[in-house]
């Protein structure tokens, strides 16, 4: 079997994605227990006890899960048309425990100003960061304020450059790899989330672009993390995995005897509400109960993959550098069976 680096998945001739690869341990691990682990980063100057964005979806992150995310050392992306954004905007208590709003395009001046002097963390939330107006946003704010910025998405590397140069401080990886969305299906558009992490990371690595960089979609499991994460990205984003939780927004449903949450893409009908191109779908996932719980699971599972690839840190997990590329039949062999 042949170990692949990052460098020949790169050059690999075919578009991967999370189940195409795995992780391979090559060393005797020094850890002795998974304990030992420090899944600590650095994110946009702060510091994260995990490296988990939440994606700014109206049926992911409300208020309550941007707080709790905070307390739990990740980072909580307020969705830009919850009904507690005005709230934020007045300076209160509220305000407190949330540290990134996303906005729009269009989002007006004032209310970029009232962010920026709340030391948000500001998210444009586009689904294609290779435009002109996402640009020229980015660089409006940049040259107006002293706040960080993220900017997405993008599927490979070829305008990092032109990102940064716009003052983007971070980018979401990723077009149409979301459980609820539609984006390829409708444009052709998007390619596997593995090649698309290191096409833009060796794009910041050959250009010595210091933007940081977010894998954002397609992520279903602690182990689809580490991967993300030892491919080179900074942090992940996650949607699916912390939607139908009680600190999302929505009710909880009841049907058919067992409890359930919406789920919905960000280009739904359900969030658009009225009729013009759709690239997202909605769905009900089952309710998961305290987002604690995923959180732990997550850090469980990434402390596992660290400790079986001798890593202490996110930095050594980084440095290891040794992949398998899985057919289907190895991928579907390793799945529990019922």
Known sequence: MKIFS??????????????????????????????????QARFLGRQLALPVTSSPMDTVTGIEMAKVLDELGCLG???????????ILSGGEEAKGVHAVSIGINTPDQIVEKLASLGMIICIDTANANNTKVLEKCEEIKNKYDVKVIVGNIANGSTLEDLENAGADAVRIGI?????????????????????????????KEKGLKIELIADGGIKNPGDIAKALALGADVVMLGRMLAGTFEAPGEIIKYNDQLWKKYRGSASFGV????????????MIPYKGHVVNVINAISDGLRSAMSYMNSFTLEELKSKNSFAVLSNSSFLERLPKK
């Open 176 to 204: 149409g790899g979301g459980s609820v969305c539609t984006t390829s299906i409708q444009t052709g558009i998007g390619i596997g989330q593995v090649s698309s992490i290191l096409d833009v990371y060796f794009a910041k």
């Open 6 to 39: 990052r460098e020949e998945l790169n050059e690999y001739s075919l578009s991967l994605t999370f189940d195409d690869i795995s992780l391979v341990p090559r060393e005797v691990s020094r850890i002795k227990s998974r304990t030992e682990a420090n899944t």
């Open 272 to 283: 658009k509400m009225k009729n013009e191109f759709i690239e997202g779908e909605e769905t």
């Open 77 to 87: 992306i307020l969705n830009r048309f919850d009904s507690s954004l005005d709230k």
